[in-house]
T-cell receptor, first 111, second 113 residues
Framework: DAGITQSPRHKVTETGTPVTLRCHQTENHRYMYWYRQDPGHGLRLIHYSYGVKDTDKGEVSDGYSVSRSKTEDFLLTLESATSSQTSVYFC??????????FGPGTRLTVL | DQQVKQNSPSLSVQEGRISILNCDYTNSMFDYFLWYKKYPAEGPTFLISISSIKDKNEDGRFTVFLNKSAKHLSLHIVPSQPGDSAVYFCAASAQGGSEKLVFGKGTKLTVNP
C-alpha cells in the first residue's frame, strides 16, 4: 500500500475560519487528489495535481484551493469555511498507470 | 450529469451466496474501470479493475464483468462473507489508467451470517 497520511484526522471549526488539510505521501507518486465524501454523493473530486506546482480543478472546487510545493505534500485550504463544507475529505495518490491509493480521511465539521 | 451510476444504494445477501453489484456509465470514452471497497472510518481500498479490451477479470472470489455495448459493468462476489460488508464504489477513467477517475455514489453491501 502507498504510504499516505492525512492530518489532522478530525477537526471542528467555526464558520468563516480558514482551514488547511495536509496530505503526505512516501511513494513518490506523480498524481495527488483531494476528494470529499458526502451521503448520497459518493466521492467527488475537489482538486488534483499532476506534478509539483501543477494543479487543476475538479468537480466541486468552489471554496477550495490547493498547493503542491513538494512531490510528497498536497495541501487543501478552505479560505473561509462554511457549513456546506462539513464532510469527510480523502487524499489519494497515483502513479498514473494503475489504481489510485487513498489516505485514511479527515473528518471536518464546520459549526 | 452523472457519468457513473450505481442505482442500488444498498444490497443485502446471505453468507455463502453470490453478491452482484451493478454499475452503468454514460461516457463512451471510458476505457478503464475499477471497483473500490470502503469500510466505515477508513479510506477506500482498491479491489479489482478491468480494461475495455477485456470483458472479464477475476481475482479470487471477485470477478468483474464488462459489457461495453450496454455500458454496464458488474462485480460478482462468490461466496459472500460477512467481512465483505462495506460500501463498494465503481469508478471509471477515460485515459487508460487511474489519472482521473469518476466515481459512482456507492452501494452498501451487507452480508448476513
Amino acid at each position: 500500500d502507498a504510504g499516505i497520511t492525512q492530518s489532522p484526522r478530525h477537526k471542528v471549526t467555526e464558520t468563516g475560519t480558514p482551514v488547511t488539510l495536509r496530505c503526505h505521501q512516501t511513494e513518490n507518486h506523480r498524481y495527488m487528489y483531494w476528494y470529499r465524501q458526502d451521503p448520497g454523493h459518493g466521492l467527488r473530486l475537489i482538486h488534483y495535481s499532476y506534478g509539483v506546482k501543477d494543479t487543476d480543478k475538479g468537480e466541486v472546487s468552489d471554496g477550495y484551493s490547493v498547493s503542491r510545493s513538494k512531490t510528497e505534500d498536497f495541501l487543501l485550504t478552505l479560505e473561509s469555511a462554511t457549513s456546506s463544507q462539513t464532510s469527510v475529505y480523502f487524499c489519494a495518490t497515483a502513479s498514473g498507470l494503475n489504481e489510485q491509493f487513498f489516505g485514511p480521511g479527515t473528518r471536518l465539521t464546520v459549526l | 450529469d452523472q457519468q457513473v451510476k450505481q442505482n442500488s444504494p444498498s444490497l443485502s445477501v446471505q453468507e455463502g451466496r453470490i453478491s452482484i453489484l451493478n454499475c452503468d456509465y454514460t461516457n463512451s470514452m471510458f476505457d478503464y474501470f475499477l471497483w473500490y471497497k470502503k469500510y466505515p472510518a477508513e479510506g477506500p481500498t482498491f479491489l479489482i479493475s478491468i480494461s475495455s479490451i477485456k470483458d472479464k477479470n477475476e481475482d479470487g472470489r471477485f470477478t468483474v464483468f464488462l459489457n461495453k455495448s450496454a455500458k454496464h459493468l458488474s462485480l460478482h462476489i462468490v461466496p459472500s462473507q460477512p467481512g465483505d460488508s462495506a460500501v463498494y464504489f465503481c469508478a471509471a477513467s477515460a485515459q487508460g489508467g487511474s489519472e482521473k477517475l469518476v466515481f459512482g455514489k456507492g452501494t452498501k453491501l451487507t452480508v448476513n451470517p
